[in-house]
């Protein structure tokens, strides 16, 4: 079992960063450095992982940026082996460290390298994580990233989600094109937040849900400015879905609606759009 000093040393062999504290320019020494060095780090199984966790710190609590990168280019390195169990197991020991006492900003840098390694082994523990307020946005991403069990964990949590969280549940939910989230987006149409309705807007363009069609032209042409764009893009998208997958007569109706509606100099390009579609459909 490796000791701290042991986790310490692994770690003080990572190369310094850039002047400006990054590692965005490698030269080749570094590189070769780096390919000796994960391998040991990995080697040393769970143990080796929690003690570069416990090497992070809050911000402005120390300097904690090669425990950072050692743990991301694990990440990375784990993935890479095509391994399942060797990458499994560093998702899950990072996972183990999320809910607990840690702070907020090191729960939320392991959550966003889980969406590096992760796999669904960890959607449970992200799930939970979408209920803490500081945590929700990175848990999505992560599990959006990962995908696999994904869906489920967004519809469980959705009820339950405070704040802006729902926003990024939502969203996630569309990126997915989760089917089983055709009334999310269709309720999320009639939410008090614009950012909502646009997420449920486009939720139902990626799904090409024809039976939501007229919902969605109703409210964007409810609204005005930002709103009213970004729903009636939603709306070309959709119809252009529907064109492709052969539903010719409900992408016709939607682009005739936009036609007739997008007459005014601002979204002349909308208008463009529809007349050439109508004409390209014959």
């Not at 320019?25 to 040393?44: M, S």
């Not at 840690?102 to 959550?111: C, D, G, H, N």
């Not at 959705?158 to 309720?187: E, M």
């Not at 799904?207 to 969605?216: T, W």
Request: glycine content about 10%; some cysteine; aromatic content about 4%.
């Amino acid at each position: 079992m490796p000791t701290i000093d042991d986790v310490k040393a692994l770690v003080a062999r990572v190369p310094d960063p850039d002047p400006n504290g990054t590692y965005a320019n490698l030269d080749q020494a570094k590189i070769e450095a780096i390919g000796q060095l994960v391998p040991e780090l990995l080697k040393g199984g769970r143990d080796t992982v929690l003690g570069v966790i416990d090497m992070l710190v809050e911000p402005g609590q120390g300097n904690d940026v090669k425990p950072h990168f050692a743990l991301h280019l694990a990440a990375v390195h784990v993935t890479g082996l095509g391994d399942e169990k060797a990458r499994a197991d560093f998702a899950l020991a990072l996972a183990s460290q999320i809910g607990g006492d840690r702070p907020k900003a090191v729960q939320e840098y392991l959550i966003q390298e889980l969406g590096v390694a992760g796999g669904k082994e960890v959607v449970e523990t992200l799930g939970k994580a979408l209920l803490d307020t500081a945590l929700c946005d990175a848990a999505a991403r992560a599990l959006a990233a990962i995908g696999n069990g994904a869906a489920d964990q967004f519809l469980a949590a959705l009820p339950k989600v405070q704040g802006r969280g729902r926003l990024s549940v939502i969203k996630k939910l569309a990126i997915l094109k989760c089917a089983k989230a055709a009334d999310v987006f269709k309720q999320a149409l009639a939410d008090e937040d614009p950012d909502i309705r646009i997420a449920g807007a486009w939720g139902i363009a990626r799904l090409g849900d024809a039976s939501a069609a007229d919902a969605l032209l109703k409210v964007a042409d409810a609204h005005e400015g930002w709103e009213r764009n970004n729903e009636t893009d939603a709306c070309l998208a959709l119809a252009e879905g529907l064109l492709v997958a052969g539903k010719k007569a409900e992408a016709l109706a939607i682009y005739t609606h936009l036609q007739k509606t997008r007459t005014e100099p601002p979204e002349r390009h909308v208008l463009d759009a529809a007349e050439r579609a109508i004409t390209a459909a014959g």
